[in-house]
């Protein structure tokens, strides 16, 4: 088996602390000097960053070479090991079936796997790419798969392997605990600071069926329900949440709630950190916005992943419609509003072309009491470094067999699941998200920065897609 590990040139440390704690157990590795955005060719039709292609382009690279009949086990640097790994390693090859197409020794489960033996899980939709044994005769078929254009899911290379995997095209497996982790740290993917990851707390079905739960080493922060908001009760709502400290989202908020009550007339609720909220206030009075119809509600945390919990927080209404606040209001979005006003279903999603993996955040909709379940459900498993919302609340809703109507967009690559009804409403290809144009609208908007009073604050987004 060839070993190789994926390193950056200016990641010396990284590679240093790698090869500090390599387990003498695996084959010497050889370094691969990574490709950035700066190295490639971004084809036409990839939907991210150039930096997210260049990573598809060193696993093709690797997995392309003629290195005779062996598979390849592939590393990120800042791939962390167990303790006693040479063992569990040895005992985890043993187990695992014959029939594999890729292993992976450090797996985040966004759909609960199977458990087929005592210590191995099947995986039907599992991310991360820091450590993955490669089956020599699935390599070319990986690097085809690569290279079909228009995905039909996040372009990402973790997206696509588990597009695959969920699909049955490739056979994955892992062990019941991960072997690998993932060391704290700074992302050049995600532009942002990171803690230990090992993803040892998730759903997975067990040999009889029936589902369970792991949870190891986890460090939970529970996200403090509100008291109702009395004014909201018995009525419909929408709601949404401000990231943090981050201006472009309270810049958004400040156009996008102006789109919801102009298309809903309904009471607006905007959970946000206290820094925001004040940003949000001077900007208003500033740009003579009135903000009469949004009741704020404060939350003492300000990271991404509390907010995400935020959105989906009870407040005492009978229906809340969630709201991405970066994303345009869409004419889609309305009808499904309207159209979920006089069915019977306890929730509804509605999917947008541009982003077709999952379930968005960009409109869903959940009438009590599954808002109280889906937010005691999420809060279970919220720790630090979780921020997906799109993959959790698919997986709730499909789970708990909850009510709910899809209304998915005309010649969207999602699939749905087949328990829910769906309704296809027309699009258009006009881009969803707040540019740069948009922002120029206000008066105090300038070159990326936007000014109350005599100071500058810098607009800054870390673009999801």
Not at 158 to 183: E, I, T, V
Not at 211 to 239: D, N
Request: hydrophobic content about 40%.
């Amino acid at each position: 088996m060839k070993v190789y590990v994926l390193n950056k040139t200016e990641d010396s440390e990284r590679l240093k602390a790698f090869a500090a704690n390599y387990p003498v157990r695996l084959p010497d590795v050889t370094v691969w000097k990574a490709k950035t955005g700066a190295d490639v060719d971004v084809p036409a039709w990839w939907q991210s960053s150039a930096n997210r292609w260049a990573l598809v382009q060193n696993f093709i690279d690797i997995l392309s070479q003629d290195d005779g009949e062996e598979d390849v086990l592939i590393f990120e640097d800042d791939c962390i090991f167990a303790k006693e790994f040479d063992v569990l390693y040895n005992a985890f090859l043993a187990e695992v079936p014959d029939d594999w197409d890729m292993l992976y020794l450090g797996a985040q489960h966004v759909t609960a796997p199977v458990q087929v033996s005592e210590n191995i899980l099947r995986l039907s939709g599992s991310i991360c790419g820091h450590a993955i044994i490669y089956r020599n005769s699935v390599k070319q078929k990986l690097v085809d798969f690569f290279l079909e254009p228009n995905w039909g899911c996040l372009h990402m290379p973790d997206q696509r392997r588990a597009q695959g995997m969920a699909s049955g095209k490739f056979r994955c497996y892992s062990p019941l605990f991960n072997l690998c982790g993932q060391a704290a740290g700074y992302s050049s993917l995600t532009k942002s600071d990171r803690g230990e990851r090992w993803y040892n707390n998730f759903n997975y079905r067990g040999l009889t069926g029936k589902l369970q739960r792991i949870e190891h080493s986890a460090k939970r922060r529970m996200v403090e329900p509100i008291e109702p908001v009395a004014e909201f009760s018995g009525k419909t709502v929408c709601s949404v949440s401000l990231y943090g400290d981050n201006r472009y989202y309270a810049i958004c908020f400040l156009m996008k709630q102006k789109e919801l009550e102009d298309a809903f007339h309904l009471p607006i609720v905007c959970h946000c950190a206290d820094d925001n909220y004040k940003f949000v206030q001077s900007a208003a009075e500033q740009e003579e916005i009135d903000l009469s119809n949004v009741v704020f509600v404060i939350h003492e945390y300000k990271d991404k992943a509390s907010s995400m919990i935020w959105r989906y927080m009870p407040t005492g209404a009978a229906t809340t419609h969630v709201f991405d606040v970066d994303n345009k209001l869409h004419p889609a979005h309305v009808e499904a509003v309207k159209a979920f006003d006089g069915r019977p279903e306890s929730a509804y999603v509605c999917k947008y072309i541009q982003r077709c993996h999952g379930v968005l955040g960009g409109a869903v909709g959940i009438r009590e009491p599954e808002l109280s379940r889906l937010f005691n459900y999420w809060n279970e498993l919220y720790i630090t470094q979780w921020g997906y919302d799109e993959q959790i609340i698919t997986d709730w809703l499909v789970r708990h067999d909850v009510q709910t109507v899809a209304f998915r967009l005309k010649d969207s690559p999602h699939v749905t699941p087949k328990s829910w009804n769906v309704e296809l409403l027309d699009y258009n290809k006009d881009t969803l998200h707040y540019t740069k144009t948009d922002f120029a609208k206000l008066r105090f908007y300038k070159n990326g920065q936007y000014f109350i009073g005599e100071t500058a604050t810098p607009v800054y987004k870390i673009w999801r897609r």
